[in-house]
Structure formats: C-alpha cells, structure tokens
C-alpha cells in the first residue's frame, strides 16, 4: 500500500509556472513507478508525465513536451512535475497515482488504472488568460 498526497497547484497566469510535489508513504518511491495525470471539466482524465521507478526514465505527453519536467527526489520518497510557459488549456485537477507493476526502467503516460492502482486526491491548477 501506498499513499500519495499532492500540493502546489494554484492560480497562475498564462505563461507561468508552478510546482506540483506528491509525498508519498507506506513504500518507497523507489519501489513504484509514478504518473501525472491531469482531469479538465467535462473531459476524461489524462496522462501527463511518468517517470520509471528509482527515475532513470520519464515519458510526457506531447502537449506538455518541453514545458514540464517531472523528477523524483528518493530521500524524501517526493515527485515533482515542473510546470512552465503554462496555457489555459493546462488547467484541470492533477493527480499523481503509483504504479508497483511496471518493469524498472519503464512507465507509461497512458491513464491506466489496472497499472496506476495508487491515486493521490488531486490539486487544482488554473492557468488564466
């Protein structure tokens, strides 16, 4: 078991930036690989970033391709998504969820909930034009 709560969304204008952080506890970040997935009104949810267990790979989305970055910091079992040049169309809830089945090395930014098992609350982020 593993649970994950996630922090830093907010308002910002177009053009800003932000960090998201999800804590996680129960196992270790490096036993999971991890996933952004994001959730606008009225549309389904959808991947954003990963990054593969221990963070020798990440895959993004190409909407977000060159703005975010998502990193993980194994000491304080924390993943980060760095958010930059946001754009209205980037606003929605984010969530991180953990996924224990993937091989080391590899992730995907596919929003599958049979791999992503572990899912955070969400934190809102609202890019303004």
């Known amino acids: 078991q593993v649970q994950l709560v996630e922090s830093g969304g907010g308002l910002v204008q177009a053009g800003g930036s932000l960090r998201l952080s999800c804590a996680a506890s129960g196992r270790t970040f490096s036993s999971y690989a991890m996933g952004w997935f994001r959730q606008a009104p009225g549309k389904e949810r959808e991947g954003v970033s990963c990054?593969?267990?221990?963070?020798?790979?990440?895959d993004y989305v190409d909407s977000v391709k060159g703005r975010f970055t998502i990193s993980g910091d194994n000491a304080k079992n924390t993943v980060y998504l760095y958010m930059n040049s946001l754009k209205p169309e980037d606003t929605g809830v984010y969530y991180c969820?953990?996924?224990?089945?993937?091989?080391?090395?590899?992730?995907?930014?596919?929003?599958?909930?049979?791999?992503?098992?572990?899912w955070g609350q969400g934190t809102q982020v609202t890019v303004s034009s």
């Open positions: 990054i593969s267990r221990g963070g020798s790979s990440a």
């Open positions: 969820a953990a996924d224990w089945s993937s091989l080391p090395g590899t992730c995907t930014v596919v929003y599958n909930k049979r791999l992503y098992a572990y």
